[in-house]
């Protein structure tokens, strides 16, 4: 075996095709040795470098690692967990993506692997939250429950998520992985149901910007990547008002408020408004934070959960320092709108978000709008 990997790591770089390696680890797979897999990745990111810089490496590693993730079998698991977890290859950004890969692939107690021996502390902490997205009872697996309710990663912070989902996360969009790729949904762009009008009449009350960095940053937490990794433009700022606004007449408000966004927005054509409840909110957030834009591919399962957490605490006025179960009420008591417009702002491609948090009292309106392009 060893001669063999030696052999394709020394003739990698000069191959136009890696199918053919490709070949021999799926043959060596079908047999029951997982172990060449991981043994062959090793080898190549020790040669070249985990950066990958040649594409063929890229490649084969990839694919080594959706074989062994994807592939039945606590066997199967232990060495992808061995592979991601070498010093040659071991990084976070890694072990978001395994993390997911492997809950998308494997029942939970085939996982029970990768909670013991050499797997990093990210890597267990995002394959947790990647299993409660699934609906899966993280403090009744066995194998897995030990580490998952051990005070000693509260400190992680992933830490801060609850370990079960809460009413609003039920409908999140979550990959399905195979060796050859992967495929998801793409919730965004406006809702078309409790669509609300103009009303040019409606008596719109005062409004003063109180945006900050802090909290425009903290708004924007699940479509960060966007922009920095993306092509993506985000526009995130919020306003009191100087009497309370009923939801109705948000999308009036709206155009007062000299959103770039909504520069050119039309009162009657442009600008389309419709009521969402906090779970709609929530599933789209997460999926822009989870699967990120057009060039990028966003944060995972576990972390796209905490950014999308994060945006909506921000949006809903939750204090800095509060719990999962204080934004989600929090959450649950403003009153959500959904939001695009036809303008030279927003991309019109596919990935356009638009969103408007009205605090209890309603004198407290956040917006959130993103947009990106291939």
Known sequence: MAD??????????????VTGVWAVADGRAAQGDAAFAADLGIALAR????????????????????????????????QAVRLVSSTEVASSKLDRYTASLLASSHEATDLAAAFT??????????????????????????????????PHWSHHPLGWLPLTLS??????????????GSSHSMPFGPSESHELAVIAS?????????????????????VANWAEESNGRIEAREFDLAEPLDAESVPTVLLTLGLECLHGAEKKAALSVAVRPPAQAWRVLFAAASTGG????????????????????ALAGSPEGATAGEVEARVRACNWLGFGADTKWFEQVAWDIGLVALAPGNRRLAVLAATDTD
């Open 294 to 313: 057009a060039y990028n591919s966003g944060a995972y399962g576990a972390y796209g959960r905490l950014a999308a957490w994060q945006s909506l605490a």
């Open 47 to 78: 040669t070249y470098g985990s950066g990958g810089q040649i594409w063929q490496y890229r490649s084969v590693f990839d694919h080594l690692l959706r074989l062994l993730a994807t592939t039945n079998g606590p066997e199967s698991v232990a």
């Open 4 to 17: 063999q990997i030696q052999k394709i790591v020394t003739e990698l770089p000069d191959l136009k095709d």
């Open 202 to 222: 409606a008596r719109v009350p005062s409004a003063e910007e109180t945006t900050t960095e802090a909290t425009a940053t903290a708004m924007a937490k699940a």
């Open 167 to 180: 009413y609003m996360e039920g409908s999140a969009d979550l990959p399905s992985y195979s060796i050859r």
């Open 117 to 150: 021996g050499r797997a990093s502390e990210e890597l267990r902490a995002c394959l947790v939250h990647e299993l409660v997205l699934r609906g899966v009872a993280v403090e009744k697996t066995p194998g897995i429950t030990g580490w998952a309710t051990s």
